[in-house]
């Protein structure tokens, strides 16, 4: 590592002893040596031709399926050409927000608009800039409502899991306990919720609908939460806000979520979008930046940042959020589909998915799959079977064709969006439905 650093050797020299080290194999030392890097064995460099070749050689051996039944966490929805159109502009090539911000108007705006559609969307007085993705939102939410005699952090079992890790990791490094919450029969148990709840209790996270796919009471989850005197943050599906309660409806103090669904490609996991909005009390803890409107000397519609709280430039490790920058390429792709789609556009989308859900669902119960759970769900759902699930997905990637999520040997998350036709639902459930049968 030190031969990249671009200082004199003496420097370097200098700056370990201040670190309290030798060298840098010292300063590395926790890093096991097995998973180090010794030395890099480059082949010789290629021409622009070669090494485009090359690169087409290697594309190749990825496998493109026409049918994705998969979502847990990132999903496969129609991108409207409009929205790379306009992200691809080299006025908008940069995920920063500016830091000579009042001369960048249209970035500005643009994320100025990003945020009035968040808001719309979740029902809730103020949205931030973005953050880095869903399960980050999740992570400093629950750090916003930390407070001195409220520190555990209270957390649906029936979320995302991957969320949930992230939770812990910023909870551990901030010393916070993180308490799951237990589910039932596919939801969060209300009554485990009840109990769990005490004066020390900062918060209570659950996501809407679940990782199951499940529609959760969160009216009821709302007002236990509350009741106790904790802040309560709401993970939802943006697609599916455009045809259930806002979390602003259900009471909620912070709506996050994951923005990938709004416009964003799967891209082999990201980069993705954090969304974050909360009531008004609690904007100005909401971390990163946020954009506002004003007018300038000559009267004109202007953006300016209006809050940007950043606190590690001054209170470093006492920060309450440590988040440096954004995604606001991400929060403009989000903005243009938004834009694009409009209202009724959302609606049909987020009506689409669910109709499609359940034709899914019950075209693989005829196929020899039982539906786990007897809930409204949105566009996922868990089936289970005596058929090991690595049997039916081997099946349908066969028939080109990505299954659902495995979630053990006989259980399997599976997904729906628009973009999924009857023709290729009935193609995978006569795969699954031959799998059964042998």
């Not at 309560?232 to 806000?241: E, F, K, R, S």
């Not at 008004?280 to 930046?289: A, E, F, H, Q, T």
């Not at 769900?377 to 064709?401: C, M, N, R, W, Y």
């Amino acid at each position: 590592m030190g031969s990249y650093l671009p200082n004199a050797e003496q420097d370097m020299r200098e700056m370990l002893k201040e670190t309290g080290h030798d060298s840098f194999d010292q300063l590395f030392g926790q890093i096991p040596q097995e998973v180090r890097l010794k030395e890099l064995h480059l082949p010789e460099g290629l021409s622009e031709m070669e090494a485009l070749a090359k690169m087409e050689d290697l594309a190749a051996k990825n496998r493109t399926f026409r049918q994705i039944l998969r979502g847990a966490g990132a999903y496969d929805h129609y991108i409207p050409a409009i929205v790379g159109s306009v992200t691809g502009r080299e006025e908008f090539v940069t995920a920063y927000t500016p830091y000579q911000a009042e001369i960048s108007q249209g970035i500005l705006q643009s994320i100025f608009e990003y945020q009035t559609m968040i808001c719309e969307l979740t029902g809730m007085d103020g949205a931030n800039a973005s953050v880095y993705d869903g399960a980050t939102a999740a992570a400093e939410a629950a750090a916003m409502c930390r407070e001195r005699k409220r520190q555990t952090v209270l957390v649906s079992a029936a979320a995302n899991p991957q969320v949930i890790q992230v939770i812990r990791t910023y909870c551990f490094g901030s010393g916070a306990e993180v308490v799951l919450v237990p589910e039932k029969d596919g939801v969060t148990d209300a009554a485990a919720l009840e109990d769990a709840l005490d004066g020390e209790s900062a918060c209570f996270y659950v996501q809407q609908p679940n990782y199951y796919g499940n529609f959760e009471d969160a009216d009821r989850l709302g007002e236990i939460t509350h009741q106790a005197g904790a802040k309560y943050i709401m993970g939802c599906n943006p697609v599916a806000l455009a045809i259930m309660k806002t979390p602003g409806e259900c009471g909620a103090d912070i709506a996050v979520g994951e923005g990938q669904p709004l416009g964003l490609p799967l891209s082999f996991g990201g980069p993705y979008l954090g969304f974050m909005a909360a009531a008004s009390k609690m904007v100005r803890k909401l971390p990163g930046r946020i954009v506002g409107e004003t007018t300038d000397r000559d009267g004109k519609r202007a953006f300016v940042l209006t809050l940007q709280a950043r606190e590690q430039h001054i209170r470093r490790e006492k920060a309450s959020s440590n988040i440096c920058s954004n995604e606001a390429l991400c929060a403009l792709a989000a903005g243009v589909y938004l834009s694009a789609m409009g209202r009724e556009g959302l609606q049909q989308a987020a009506n689409l998915c669910l109709s499609k859900a359940h034709y899914l669902q019950k075209a693989l119960e005829e196929a020899g799959l039982s539906l786990k759970y007897d809930r409204p769900f949105f566009h996922e759902f868990v089936t289970v079977s005596d058929v090991p699930t690595a049997q039916i997905l081997k099946a349908l990637e066969e028939a080109g064709i990505l299954g659902g999520l495995p979630l053990n040997e006989h259980e399997i998350l599976w997904c729906a969006t628009e973009k999924n036709t009857k023709a290729g639902m009935d193609q995978a459930a006569a795969v699954v439905k031959e799998v059964c049968k042998a």
